[in-house]
């Protein structure tokens, strides 16, 4: 009972650093499609459809694989990596943006290639982050009885740790951080909770804390 409290307190901690991620990248992306409604429509849908297909495809892994906490680790891991990638991959957006801008001006082509841009760009590290969910559900909500209130606990976790990385990172991380040591933390934080979740998915991890 006390290792799946300890994936709850990890679960939490990787949804504050998802919305890090999210702050951080609306803010940085906003530099090179602007700042008008559609393009930060564009930059939160494509956030929010990435989070949509990550869980709908974990969500099926879930119950097959036999190892989740592995896989949850496995997860975070990735979701750091990509976090570091992003401060090498965000700036090359300008110029194929250039590029759509002259072709496409004016038109709706134009709305549609910067939300395709958006979409492939953020997908695979949202897509991680969506797998997230079901993966802890499956690992904290093993009882039938009580599973309403356990999946609950989850979602109380996501919600609590979403809500202070969206909070801190607005008020203090950026102002006093700056955006490209505000991404390093977050990865960081993904990497070494990725690191430790994956010792304790092993059978002698798993031993020991219970």
């Keep these: ?9 990890g679960f939490a901690i990787s949804n504050f650093a998802s919305l890090i991620y999210e702050v ?11 700042t008008s409604v559609y393009a930060v429509s564009t930059i939160l849908t494509s956030f929010m459809a990435g989070l949509a297909l990550g869980s709908y ?12 906490v592995k896989l949850f680790a496995l997860l975070e891991i990735g979701i750091g990596t990509y976090g570091v990638g992003t401060l090498a991959i965000f700036p090359f957006l300008r110029y194929p943006f ?18 395709l841009l958006c979409f492939f760009v953020l997908l695979p590290p949202t897509a ?10 499956k690992i904290y909500a093993s ?3 009580t599973l309403g209130k356990r999946v609950g606990v989850v ?3 996501d919600t609590l740790g979403a809500a202070m990385g969206s909070f801190l990172t607005g008020f203090i991380f950026l102002p006093y951080l700056g955006l490209k040591n505000t991404i390093f933390a977050a990865a960081a934080i993904n990497l070494l909770l990725g690191i430790a979740i994956y010792n304790f998915s092993s059978p002698r991890g798993g031993e020991a804390a219970e």
């Excluded at 009972?1 to 307190?9: E, G, K, S, T």
């Design 155 to 157: 979602y109380t976790a």
């Design 24 to 34: 951080a990248w609306s803010r940085e992306l906003t530099y090179i499609f602007g």
């Design 128 to 137: 991680l982050i969506g797998g997230t969910f079901p993966l802890v559900g």
């Design 57 to 68: 495809i974990f969500g099926k892994l879930a119950d097959r694989y036999e190892n989740p």
């Design 98 to 115: 250039f590029f759509f801008h002259d072709l496409f001006e004016g038109t709706f082509l134009f709305s549609l290639s910067k939300f």
């Design 1 to 9: 009972m006390r290792f799946a409290w300890a994936i709850l307190l």
């Design 143 to 145: 009882g039938i009885a």
